[in-house]
């Protein structure tokens, strides 16, 4: 992304809900431990398809989901989640761009979306991943 695009889809805006962050090597045993966030490992729920809490509050929770949803690059994207028995996710939702996510989640709690945005600044820092839009 060049530095005209990222000063002009800023967090928050409409035009944020289109991006999406990509990772730049393939999730696998080794490379899981360098995505932990706030505590969590992802967790392979399916062949491909990776699941971590980002934030789980009474009303609202948004997880990870990480996996090869557009062609071969693996993106992480978020899902909110059904939690059964206080710590049971029994549903996920169709996944959303990792923009939308943070917009849904800045509505709910802005310290939490701040948060999660230096997740990813850190990730793009150490060249594990980066910003893309989705036409």
């Given at each position: 992304?060049?530095?005209?695009?990222?000063?002009?889809?800023?967090?928050?805006?409409?035009e944020?809900?289109?991006?999406?962050?990509?990772?730049?090597?393939?999730?696998?045993?080794?490379?899981?431990?360098?995505?932990?966030?706030?505590?969590?490992?992802?967790?392979?729920?399916?062949?491909?398809?990776?699941?971590?809490p980002?934030?789980?509050?009474e009303?609202?929770?948004?997880?990870?989901?990480?996996?090869?949803?557009?062609e071969?690059?693996w993106?992480?994207?978020?899902?909110?989640?059904?939690?059964?028995n206080e710590?049971?996710?029994?549903?996920?939702?169709?996944?959303?761009?990792?923009g939308k996510?943070?917009?849904?989640?800045?509505?709910?709690?802005?310290?939490?979306?701040?948060?999660?945005?230096?997740?990813?600044n850190?990730?793009?820092?150490?060249?594990?991943?980066?910003?893309r839009?989705?036409?």
């Amino acid at each position: 992304m060049t530095e005209t695009e990222n000063n002009e889809i800023t967090p928050g805006t409409p035009e944020f809900d289109q991006m999406v962050f990509k990772l730049t090597k393939d999730v696998n045993e080794s490379t899981i431990p360098s995505l932990n966030y706030n505590g969590n490992q992802l967790q392979e729920l399916q062949d491909g398809m990776f699941v971590m809490p980002a934030y789980i509050g009474e009303e609202f929770n948004l997880f990870f989901i990480v996996s090869q949803l557009v062609e071969d690059d693996w993106i992480m994207a978020f899902a909110n989640a059904t939690i059964e028995n206080e710590n049971e996710v029994t549903d996920l939702s169709e996944p959303m761009t990792t923009g939308k996510g943070l917009n849904l989640l800045g509505q709910q709690s802005p310290d939490d979306a701040n948060k999660l945005l230096k997740y990813f600044n850190t990730l793009v820092d150490v060249n594990r991943g980066e910003w893309r839009l989705v036409e």
